[in-house]
């Protein structure tokens, strides 16, 4: 039998959108848990945020820190050997640029096109909160970043902004809010723990579950994509892929029951 290994985003689609809550997922975070199938976060989160959660959920498996930049394995979690460099107390595959440099990017494109764009290092820990509804005490933690800047326009989304990006040779996605970043995303860091695994356990079946354009990338790079719901009911559109699951409930109601179809355990 294959070995299953899930991932997954967070913001929408394994805690909800509005309130931050998992609850809604518990019985099949109890089954996975159970069944010893790993289940690693993939998340715009910073290291310091997906700590945070790991200990709240009792995760002790890898996880993928902002959309990509970096894969943190726990030391002794895998047997066979592979590169990677030491970093808070993780084996860390660094993927994604030093955040110095993406943020001395984004100013300089940002001072260039006169665009009215304001990243999480711009505002105070309170605006950060206030924008994205975590606690003051989870903005802290949500500016301590390591691979990308997060950001908004002031207004209306400059398509002209983010062509630049491109041409610049870097990336932006997005989730709640616009991300820039340097030539990494989702997909080829969950990739390259598919392989890890693989190596780990021969067969694998890989599932995913998000629910916006910067889930895309990790999506495409599983055997069984799924799109989560949102709270009013609409899909991101943007996330359209062949054979592509979608749930019929929003948030961490939708990723539960379909976590349980998908690994056998249909309520």
């Known amino acids: 039998m294959k070995k299953i290994v899930i991932f997954t985003d967070l913001d929408g689609t394994l805690l909800d959108e509005a309130d931050y809550s998992h609850a809604g997922a518990l019985p099949a975070l109890g089954v996975?848990?159970?069944s010893g199938i790993p289940l690693i976060f993939c998340s715009s989160k910073t290291r310091a945020e997906l700590e945070t959660y790991r200990s709240r959920l009792g995760n002790l498996h890898p996880f993928i820190a902002e959309n990509g930049?970096?894969?943190?394995?726990?030391?002794?979690?895998?047997?066979?050997?592979?590169?990677?460099?030491e970093s808070h107390g993780y084996h860390?595959?660094?993927?994604?640029t030093p955040y110095a440099e993406i943020r001395k990017q984004f100013v300089q494109l940002r001072e260039q096109m006169h665009v009215k764009a304001r990243g999480f290092a711009d505002m105070t820990v309170a605006e950060v909160a206030q924008l994205t509804g975590l606690k003051e005490d989870e903005a802290v933690l949500a500016r301590q970043r390591d691979f990308d800047e997060a950001f908004v326009f002031e207004g209306a989304t400059d398509e002209a902004f983010l062509r630049a990006i491109e041409a610049a040779g870097l990336n932006w996605t997005q989730g709640r809010i616009f991300h820039i970043m340097g030539r990494h995303d989702k997909g080829r860091a969950v990739s390259m723990l598919i392989s890890l695994y693989q190596l780990q356990y021969g067969d694998v079946a890989s599932i995913a579950l998000g629910d916006s354009l910067n889930d895309l990338p990790m999506l495409q790079a599983v055997d069984t994509p799924v799109l989560v719901k949102h709270n009013d009911g609409r899909y991101d559109e943007r996330t359209a892929i062949p054979n592509l699951v979608m749930t019929r409930l929003p948030g961490p109601s939708g990723w539960n029951e379909t976590v349980l179809e998908l690994t056998g355990h249909k309520q």
């Open 32 to 34: 996975i848990a159970d």
């Open 69 to 85: 930049g970096g894969i943190f394995i726990p030391h002794g979690y895998f047997s066979i050997p592979f590169e990677a460099e």
């Open 92 to 96: 860390l595959i660094r993927l994604g």
